[in-house]
Nanobody, 124 residues
Framework: QVQLIESGGGLVQAGGSLRLSCTVSIRTFSSNTMGWFRQAPGKEREFVAA????????RYADSVQGRFTILRDNANNTVDLQMNSLKPEDTAVYYCAAKLFGAMGTQWPEYKYWGQGTQVTVSS
């Protein structure tokens, strides 16, 4: 059974940092592109970051480029999102997702498996 479990969300002041972690139970983890998405109230789910299977290539939304870093540890089946210089507009539920095949996509339907989400709230 495939499981993705996020942790690390919470409340932080603007300018602060948070690190989200996703533990993934999937046999093919070291072959999967992993991504982080977020969804704010009343808005569509949007792409945040992706990392390829070996961690050698990453991709970011323009809105988080230079502030967020996606990392993976294939030995421990985890993918993290380090978030620095947080802004109130980063407030959302953040989701970890696994893509079975192909390149690092930015569209949520490309990802097969999803975690339950973790809330990030940035106060001004």
């Amino acid at each position: 059974q495939v499981q993705l479990i996020e942790s690390g969300g919470g409340l932080v002041q603007a300018g602060g940092s948070l690190r989200l972690s996703c533990t993934v139970s999937i046999r093919t983890f070291s072959s999967n592109t992993m991504g982080w998405f977020r969804q704010a109230p009343g808005k569509e789910r949007e792409f945040v970051a992706a990392i390829n299977s070996i961690g050698g290539s990453t991709r970011y939304a323009d809105s988080v480029q230079g502030r967020f870093t996606i990392l993976r540890d294939n030995a421990n089946n985890t993918v993290d999102l380090q978030m620095n210089s947080l802004k109130p507009e980063d407030t959302a539920v953040y989701y970890c997702a696994a893509k079975l095949f192909g390149a690092m996509g930015t569209q949520w339907p490309e990802y097969k498996y999803w975690g339950q989400g973790t809330q990030v709230t940035v106060s001004s």
